[in-house]
């Protein structure tokens, strides 16, 4: 049985280059994002394991266990670490019950249209809810909410410009992550 890391760089292997490309400019955009401090490292993890994540499910449809799970349990702890650094034990609270919820609401939605919304998404909300919600609240609201809009509008253009069909399948996963970011740099600019 291979080794989770194994598994990862198995799921690595074909985008290599493309992963090792964006990883750089993610990092430094999450150092920016982050107001460098102790949660920094976890949103390092966060942006590099997204720039994967995004890379994996365009060219797949997939979200894979192998990069979801151990980012989630690396940005969880890394998190925690900061909550005891900074004696910030609500920003933790907040940050794992926004992991919660928005794994719940994606569960629900996968529950309701497994076809539309797969439990690789459904995984991602959760690393992406602990990060939001680390955040804030109103951060976390935004990027649950803008990966709706930022798909349909994308799936709109693919729409108008015939490239796809009310039946295309649309890899979800990169517009989750481009909310997030978008959500934590709006936070950020505040």
């Known amino acids: 049985m291979p ?11 074909p985008v290599r280059r493309a992963v090792g490309v964006g990883a750089l400019p993610a990092a430094v955009w999450a150092v920016w994002a982050s107001g460098p401090g102790w949660a920094t490292p976890a949103f390092v993890v966060l942006a590099c394991v997204g720039v994967a994540l995004a890379v994996v499910d365009l060219r797949t449809h997939r979200l894979p266990d192998a ?16 909550a005891l650094a900074t004696g910030d034990g609500p920003a933790l609270v907040r940050a794992l019950a926004g992991g919660l919820a928005l794994g719940a609401v994606y569960l629900l939605l996968h529950l309701v249209h497994r076809a539309g919304m797969g439990l690789g998404d459904v995984k991602l909300a959760v690393l992406l809810g602990v990060a939001t919600g680390w955040a804030g609240w109103a ?4 990027a649950a909410l803008l990966p709706f809009l930022l798909g349909g509008l994308a799936a709109l253009v693919l729409l108008a410009t015939r490239r796809a069909s009310r039946t295309t399948a649309i890899a979800f996963g990169p517009f989750m992550l481009a909310g997030a970011a978008v959500a934590l740099t709006a936070a950020r600019l505040a």
Request: charged fraction near 20%; hydrophobic fraction near 55%; avoid cysteine.
């Open 3 to 13: 080794s989770p890391l194994d598994r990862a760089r198995r799921e690595l292997a």
């Open 67 to 82: 990069l979801t799970r151990p980012g989630t349990a690396l940005v969880v702890v890394l998190l925690g670490v900061a």
């Open 139 to 142: 951060t976390w609201a935004a």
